[in-house]
């Protein structure tokens, strides 16, 4: 007789709104909707549900984020299809941890499964997250894939002690991970499961188009202080081939007809040579799409390699500067050349590739005038677009162990640690000061009558495509509106208000 499985019928789930924002939980990414003008793809989830369907798992994938429903609708749903998870999965962030917990540990109620979390917070602060957690069987620390194949496999929670990187609960006991995750099959892994998704729903601004993101490599071999991406994936640099990422490309374009793609990495351009025999593989196949990523203004020297990138389809590509101070770079651990900045933008804008650089306000040690400075430098810098962040203390991070140890941290509040709050405080630095020069910074760069009149059609473009997200964010740097709070005590009242819909 064949052994029961715990994940013989897995429900794979990316929580709803948390008080009626939008988070995406995708790998580091844990910010909420108006940062970038959209919700990613839950790429983990999709590629989990391919890897468990390959195991013979019955698999339903749902975002509740993306379709706006609620946890009541998820069960009026499934108990039309008579589907009785057996097992609940889903993603968390350290911001929308207790307000995810408290939606999923209802649907797991519900049906008497087991319920189980992955993600950067899960990776940054096991412990502590399951003692906040009751409902929550076991969080997988680092990358969750190994170790969720593992658990579906198994014929009982009563073995969960085989899985090394599996933090969980045995009665009242929390018994502690013994290895950091790492997902042994990335360079053979399957097409993702986007076909139980409707793609649809995932639109970029400016364009207002359908993407899913492609994963080209893991882990970061930098040691930026603020960053979660090398807790959760680890330091050690592992990329896929340039023929299984164009086959990806090739494949959801053929299949959904998306022409746009993210290509999701850390620094999709830090091996020159193997990401350059991707381009070649992109070109040789004439596929009419366009991608974006992330990149590092020192890969982005070479005026030929970044030719190269524009001739493959390169339609903009996000630089973390952070700061105009070096010394402040050097602080965070963060190894750039200033002239490498300049250069990369340079390089970028003559090949026609749109530059989004991004700034750090708020970093331990910065001054009135540090502030002042480096909205200048962004100024003068002139990337396509910007964006400026509070300086976040993410739990698990150098700069929270620092924040901690100076005494810089004067608030220890998981649903605040994110971009919408600044929860430092020393040296002249506070919430009010910091996230005026955030507002101000935005007005001094994006209200230059230079820049409006060349961005014309993006400023216009961006209102029609995310009319919501522009007024939200128009609407505090112009006139200082607050910010929506997205604490949990605000999601019981929108699971009231959906489950009448």
């Known amino acids: 007789m064949t052994q029961p499985m715990l994940g013989a019928r897995t429900l794979l789930v990316n929580p709803p709104l948390v008080g009626g924002i939008a988070f995406t939980r995708q790998g580091r990414c844990q910010e909420r909707e108006e940062v970038l003008g959209t919700t990613k793809p839950p790429y983990t ?29 998820l069960i009026a749903r499934l108990d039309d299809e008579h589907f009785q998870p057996t097992l609940v999965v889903f993603p968390s962030t350290t911001p929308t941890f207790d307000a995810d917990v408290a939606a999923m540990s209802t649907l797991a109620t519900h049906y008497g499964a087991p319920l189980f979390s992955f993600g950067p917070h899960a990776s940054c602060t096991p412990r502590e997250a399951m003692e906040r957690a009751p409902g929550v069987t076991g969080l997988f620390v680092g990358e969750p894939e190994d170790g969720l194949l593992a658990l579906a496999a198994l014929d009982s929670t009563d073995r969960l002690e085989e899985i090394p990187n599996l933090t969980f609960r045995r009665g009242g006991e929390i018994v502690a991970h013994r290895a950091h995750g790492t997902f042994t099959g990335l360079l053979q892994a399957p097409y993702p499961a986007w076909d139980l998704l409707d793609v649809s729903q995932y639109r970029l601004p400016l364009v207002d188009q359908p993407y899913v993101l492609v ?22 640099f592992r990329e896929k081939s340039a023929k299984a990422l164009v086959d990806e490309i090739e494949q959801a374009h053929r299949q959904f007809g998306l022409t746009f793609f993210y290509l999701w990495a850390d620094t999709v351009t830090l091996n020159v040579k193997t990401f350059s025999a991707f381009c070649d593989e992109l070109i040789a196949r004439k596929l009419p799409v366009r991608w974006f990523g992330n990149a590092r203004a020192d890969n982005l020297t070479d005026p030929a390699f970044v030719q190269r990138l524009r001739d493959a389809g390169c339609w903009m590509l996000a630089l973390g500067i952070e700061t105009e101070s070096e010394e402040t770079r050097k602080d965070m651990m963060k190894r750039l050349d200033g002239q490498k900045i300049r250069t990369a933008i340079a390089n970028m804008r003559r090949a026609g590739i749109r530059s989004f650089g991004f700034f750090i306000l708020g970093y331990p040690g910065d001054t009135a005038e540090s502030l002042d400075r480096t909205i200048e430098y962004a100024v003068e810098l002139d990337p396509d677009f910007a964006n400026f962040y509070p300086a976040v203390p993410y739990p698990g991070t150098e700069l ?10 004067h608030a220890e509040d998981w649903s605040r640690m994110e971009y919408s709050y600044y929860l430092l405080e020393g040296g002249g630095m506070s919430e009010s000061t910091v996230m005026a020069a955030i507002n101000r ?61």
Do not use: N
Not at 215 to 236: L, N, W
Not at 400 to 409: S, T
Not at 455 to 471: I, P
């Open 400 to 409: 929270y162990a620092k924040a901690k140890r100076e005494g810089w941290l």
């Open 45 to 73: 989830l999709a590629l989990a549900a391919a890897l468990l369907r390959q195991q013979g798992a019955d698999v339903r994938l749902v975002d509740l984020t993306a379709s706006r429903q609620s946890v009541a609708d």
């Open 441 to 501: 910074a935005r007005r001094r760069f994006y209200l230059r009558p230079g820049y409006l009149t060349r961005h014309a059609g993006d400023v216009t473009r961006m209102a029609f495509s995310k009319w919501g997200v522009a007024w939200h964010v128009a609407s505090r740097m112009l006139f200082g509106r607050k910010i929506t709070d997205a604490s949990p005590a605000a999601a019981p009242r929108l699971e009231a208000h959906a489950s009448q819909h």
């Open 215 to 236: 994963e080209t490599s893991r882990g970061c071999p930098y040691s930026c202080d603020f960053c979660v991406a090398p807790i959760h994936q680890g330091h050690k």
